[in-house]
């Protein structure tokens, strides 16, 4: 009876709380998924789409945001864009990083080195407010610290489909989500523009991608869609440079333990064989005295 | 506990040891000749699993407490640095925050197993108690460590839960800012609460070390919740239970791998990438999963300090348990009544643990409230009187005979010879 009850109690509370849901008119849609070369048990980068999403984000994303947690040298590193440790080098050079203090005690810039990491592009939080009119955050680890509500049930069969990819799907949305002007009867702060998926559609930063504002040299169409892909996957690799080693790593120790939990089962019914056949027999005894089959 | 074979040292450093710190015998007789009731079922793995779990815990926080950096201006960076740079560091620092998930899966398992069978009654109800300490530290330990990467939501959580503390009458204030360490949350809050985090560990450790040794002193419970009687009724630790409980152990790893290696951050907020900034407050501020039903409970009720007293009774009241239920029966098998409430009330915690995810307004609201007043009322009105009311169905005489009679009613007529289970 009191089940029955709780049953009802709770179909009843799922109803009531479908209702707020579905008349909150300003939340953002949930974005679109994609399909990512990095998801699932056997994901792994593309390699050509990380160095064209490098290439997006030094000539459009890096004049404002930062990279400070990455270091030059894993662009070279396994499991990522794939550029030679010579490559690396040489994009690491293309920036002033801050050097280490002389013979005299000054200190000055210097190109970079693999072991540096990308320098931020602006020396603070103040001037880059002057310049932008908000701060823009350091994009090193953002495709992690970005995401949506998934809701239930489906956060549910995210545990079983392995859905990890939020938060790059919001930041590919978040890029092409752009509108001219706002829908009517919404009106959103001048200095800022309207964007369909951003919390609260009001976004200090301008749209960054046009078609054609960055040259694909592999033949890939340079439309914003893709742009926003590309980035979206560096990104990625940018919040999670072992990701490869990680999921490579998780199947070996998981058939390890499925295979280690199957002997153990038959293992346990030998065991216990005894005690289901003949119970009567059962004494606690050393394990020299244990019954051998 | 007799009649089982003492320890026999087969070595002479074994004997010459023996003499000196019978460690051996201890060993011996706890873990290998110990009797463990014959139906002990899956449920009852779960101490292994926890065991298991701390020291997982333990190992990898030492292995990460050498890379880690507690200051405000570095601690976020130190645990990035600690998954791009130190070997195998994304794999300890993913152990780490999953295991904290998996740990709490695993204890509330182990005591919602412990309320089904009733095995916090007489003359365990020092066992129970010492795990609800155990779970509190437990709690106390796990909000620490989610402090200390210092994002925005452990930034948040340590404001939100060390304020609770102001909502003490007269001394409120001043208590949270000796809690801080200053006038708000910042470096010194971080740095005790780091120090507090490798401390209580061990702590727990040693509490599990008097847990374990209860449990010895007054015997596992069992699905019948009837004592054995004889020897019939037992078999020994090792190698029955040790084989079930490392047969377990490993299915349970399978599912902690799951999460280790292919969705570490599913149970991680990602709110919680972004750098604490007190200037900026997260649009929901919520706790881990594991805390949400208690999350709920504090704030189904308006009052700020009958909210804390209320979160603080939702846990302290589980320590009340044994004399809070009055059944004589201990086994929720021959408990019909309290078999129902039961599953209501785990019904209500998840529930209240999915209310504690929302945001407290309209319906949710009024949810947690009526959640909140079965939670307490379980304990306190339903327990109390079922113990005296219920009408409880008729317990075997033995551990035996409920296994040989397995699947039928007890009290029902034995089945004839031919049909026994050959």
Redesign the interface.
Same mark, same amino acid.
């Given at each position: 009876?009191?089940?029955a009850?709780?049953?009802l109690?709770?179909a009843v509370?799922l109803s009531?709380?479908a209702?707020?849901a579905l008349s909150q008119e300003h939340e953002p849609p949930p974005p679109p998924t994609n399909k990512w070369s990095f998801a699932g048990?056997f994901g792994k980068f593309d390699g050509a789409q990380l160095q064209r999403g490098f290439k997006v984000y030094r000539e459009v994303c890096q004049v404002c945001h930062g990279l400070?947690?990455v270091?030059f040298r894993?662009l070279a590193a396994p499991g990522g864009p794939g550029f030679t440790t010579a490559q690396a080098a040489a994009f690491a050079a293309e920036y002033q990083v801050k050097g280490e203090p002389d013979d005299q005690g000054e200190v000055k810039d210097r190109p970079g080195r693999l072991a540096d990491t990308f320098p931020p592009p602006f020396p603070n939080d103040q001037a880059a407010r002057a310049r932008y009119n908000a701060v823009p955050?350091d994009m090193?680890?953002?495709a &992690?610290? /970005?995401?949506y509500e998934r809701g239930?049930p489906r956060w549910v069969g995210?545990?079983f489909t392995?859905y990890?990819e939020?938060?790059v799907d919001y930041i590919t949305a978040l890029m092409q989500g752009y509108k001219d002007k706002p829908p009517a009867g919404v009106t959103i702060p001048s200095s800022s523009f309207y964007n369909e998926y951003f919390?609260g559609h009001a976004i200090a930063m301008p749209p960054p991608l046009t078609d054609g504002r960055v040259e694909y040299t592999d033949g890939t169409p340079a439309t914003v869609e893709q742009y926003a892909k590309d980035v979206s996957a560096f990104l990625m690799w940018t919040?999670?440079?072992?990701l490869e080693?990680?999921?490579r790593?998780?199947?070996q120790?998981?058939i390890f333990?499925?295979v280690?939990?199957g002997l153990?089962?038959f293992?346990?019914k030998k065991?216990?064989h005894q005690?289901?056949l003949h119970?009567?027999e059962? &004494?606690? /005894?050393?394990?020299s005295e244990?019954p051998r089959a | 506990m007799s009649g089982h074979p003492t320890y026999q040292p087969q070595t002479a450093f074994m004997r010459w040891m023996e003499r000196r710190l019978p460690i051996g015998g201890l060993v011996y007789s706890s873990f290998v000749v110990y009797p463990t009731p014959r139906n002990l079922n899956y449920w009852w793995t779960f101490g292994g699993i926890l065991a298991f779990m701390l020291g997982v815990q333990i190992v990898t926080g030492i292995v990460l407490a050498m890379h880690y950096t507690p200051h405000v201006d570095y601690a976020f960076d130190s645990v990035e640095q600690i998954m791009r740079d130190v070997n195998y560091g994304w794999l300890l620092r993913y152990l780490h925050s999953t295991g904290a998930s998996m740990f709490f899966l695993a204890a509330y398992i182990h005591l919602f197993r412990g309320m089904y069978y009733g095995s916090y009654k007489e003359p365990r109800e020092v066992l129970w108690i010492l795990g609800v300490i155990l779970l509190l530290l437990m709690i106390i330990t796990g909000f620490m460590g989610y402090v200390l990467p210092w994002g925005q939501m452990s930034f948040w959580a340590a404001t939100v839960i060390t304020n609770l503390f102001s909502a003490i009458p007269l001394v409120g204030e001043s208590v949270v800012t000796w809690l801080w360490g200053g006038y708000a949350v910042g470096n010194p809050t971080l740095n005790r609460f780091y120090s507090l985090h490798y401390l209580l560990p061990f702590v727990i450790a040693g509490v599990v070390v008097l847990h374990v040794w209860a449990l010895h002193v007054a015997g596992q419970n069992n699905p019948t919740g009837i004592e054995p009687k004889s020897e019939q009724d037992t078999v020994a630790f090792t190698p029955y239970a040790t084989i079930k409980d490392t047969f377990l152990l490993a299915v349970f790893c399978i599912l902690f791998a799951w999460f280790v290696f292919y969705m570490p951050n599913f149970l991680l907020h990602p709110d919680n990438y972004i750098p604490a900034n007190p200037a900026v407050t997260p649009m929901h501020i919520v706790p881990e999963w594991y805390y949400l039903p208690f999350y709920a409970i504090l704030r189904a009720i308006p009052n700020k300090l009958l909210g804390v007293i209320a979160l603080a009774a939702s846990i302290l009241i589980l320590a009340f348990l044994p004399w809070l239920d009055t059944s004589k029966v201990r086994s929720a098998r021959y408990r019909p009544a309290y078999r129902q409430f039961f599953w209501a009330f785990v019904i209500v915690c998840i529930g209240l643990g999915w209310l504690g995810a929302k945001p407290p307004e309209g319906n949710y609201v009024l949810f947690a409230r009526i959640f909140t007043a079965y939670y307490f009322a379980f304990f306190l009105v339903i327990l109390p009187v079922l113990g005296k009311i219920e009408r409880t169905r008729p317990l075997p005489n033995s551990i035996s005979e409920s296994v040989l009679r397995e699947g039928k009613p007890i009290g029902a007529p034995a089945p004839p010879p031919a049909a026994a289970k050959v």
């Open positions: 009876m009191a089940r009850c709780a049953v109690a709770l509370s009531a709380f209702a707020p048990p400070k947690l270091a894993t955050p090193s680890v953002i &992690k610290a /970005r995401g239930f995210d545990v392995q990890q939020q938060g919390p919040a999670e440079p072992h080693a990680r999921k790593v998780g199947m120790v998981f333990l499925v280690l939990a153990l089962y293992t346990k065991v216990w005690v289901e119970p009567e059962l &004494k606690p /005894r050393p394990p244990y | -």
